[in-house]
């Protein structure tokens, strides 16, 4: 098949999950992009400007979740008719916490809805995020007076499934080796640099640790937004020495060393609704610290949720019992699951998904022919 994909946020794990979906698909995967700024803007207008950026008609459409699509496809429905359109939820922004600068309310929560409504099928990176989804909105839509259309969640339900993020993990294989046994331990935060991550919990975690004497060294790295965070401010200021990145590491080869070397990848995180960069360091051999909700136990084996996950407020203690080098922990089992989210396991697994779609599409304008 020829695949049309409409990525409108084309950044960060946007862009990698566009490119690699691209590159291992069996089908031919044209790509439509915007790059990654404005989204406020880039989930109203997007579809408008998509709409005048297609000029072919593919099988089927994948289109990432910040778009308009109940737009695109009105603007589009003369040049293509019929053809198929799978949503793809990388996020959602019923559920997505807002900064305290932002008021949006429930605007783009609704465009999230109606797109979900207005797609042939509708893909989530993650079952929580499935979920969380369809506990959302009978939320959003019982904020209005009347004509809730609460039967649509059903619909929404009828069509929607769990396909995980692809995530290239293999090509960290050739960067591979052992952390340095003469130093402290390394612990890594990856993250995106921004308030829904929340660094300040993480730094206060670390100056109490480094407080309390306990030996250890920090990486802080992930994607930057402007200036620097105060809580890395501080982690920068009190930590010296012990602090050995601080900053966005624009090589892969670079990053894929650091999560090699790194013992430890914590997260503290308000929201989260797959974990690509903590997949990332396990696969490299990191011992996972994350708090035990959103996304984050559905990504762990069940012998190490005790070890790995904390509850509210106990981070200090839990990454201390890791760092007195109580713990043994055997992290085989976990990098085999998480290898499972490699593209090359992944990308057959999309194909047959979208391509059953197309069949299932074609097969219902075949009927209507005859009848």
């Known amino acids: 098949m020829r695949l049309c994909l409409l990525e409108s946020y084309y950044g960060g794990s946007h862009k990698a999950w566009a490119d690699g979906y691209q590159r291992f698909s069996r089908h031919h995967v044209d790509l439509l992009t915007m790059p990654a700024q404005f989204w406020k803007w880039r989930m109203q207008g997007a579809a408008i400007s998509f709409a005048r950026m297609l000029d072919f008609k593919p099988d089927l459409i994948l289109a990432s979740s910040m778009i308009d699509l109940s737009t695109f496809r009105a603007l589009t429905y003369q040049a293509l008719g019929d053809v198929p359109i799978a949503l793809y939820?990388?996020?959602?922004?019923?559920?997505?916490?807002?900064?305290?600068?932002?008021?949006?309310?429930?605007?783009?929560?609704f465009i999230n809805y109606v797109s979900a409504l207005t797609a042939d099928a509708c893909f989530f990176n993650s079952e929580f995020h499935l979920q969380d989804f369809l506990e959302q909105l009978p939320r959003l839509l019982k904020h209005f007076a009347d004509f809730n259309e609460l039967q649509t969640i059903d619909d929404i339900r009828g069509k929607a499934r769990v396909l995980p993020l692809g995530i290239d993990l293999r090509r960290f294989d050739q960067f591979r080796s052992a952390p340095e046994s003469d130093k402290p331990p390394l612990i890594l935060w990856n993250h995106r640099w921004d308030f829904d991550k929340d660094p300040d919990a993480f730094v206060d975690s670390l100056l109490q640790l480094a407080d309390a004497g306990f030996d250890f060294r920090v990486a802080i790295t992930g994607e930057t937004f402007g200036q620097l965070p105060a809580a890395f401010e501080r982690a920068r200021d009190a930590l010296g020495s012990r602090l050995i990145q601080l900053g966005f590491v624009d090589s892969f080869a670079d990053y894929a060393r650091l999560l090699w070397q790194a013992h430890y990848v914590v997260s503290t995180a308000k929201q989260e609704f797959f974990g690509v960069s903590v997949c990332e360091a396990i696969y490299c051999g990191c011992i996972p610290i994350?708090?035990?909700?959103?996304?984050?136990?559905?990504?762990?084996?069940?012998?190490?949720?005790?070890?790995?996950?904390?509850?509210?407020?106990?981070?200090?203690?839990q990454l201390g019992y890791h760092l007195e080098g109580d713990s043994q922990?055997?992290?085989?089992?976990?990098?085999?699951?998480?290898?499972?989210?490699?593209?090359?396991?992944?990308?057959p697994r999309y194909d047959d998904e979208l391509e059953a779609l197309a069949n299932r599409h074609r097969s219902r304008l075949d009927r209507r022919r005859l009848s």
């Open 89 to 109: 939820f990388h996020e959602n922004q019923l559920s997505y916490p807002q900064s305290p600068r932002q008021d949006h309310g429930w605007r783009y929560g």
């Open 329 to 347: 922990l055997d992290t085989t089992a976990l990098r085999d699951k998480i290898a499972e989210f490699d593209w090359r396991n992944l990308a």
């Open 290 to 317: 994350l708090p035990d909700r959103l996304n984050y136990p559905h990504l762990l084996t069940a012998e190490l949720k005790p070890a790995c996950l904390y509850k509210r407020d106990r981070l200090t203690a």
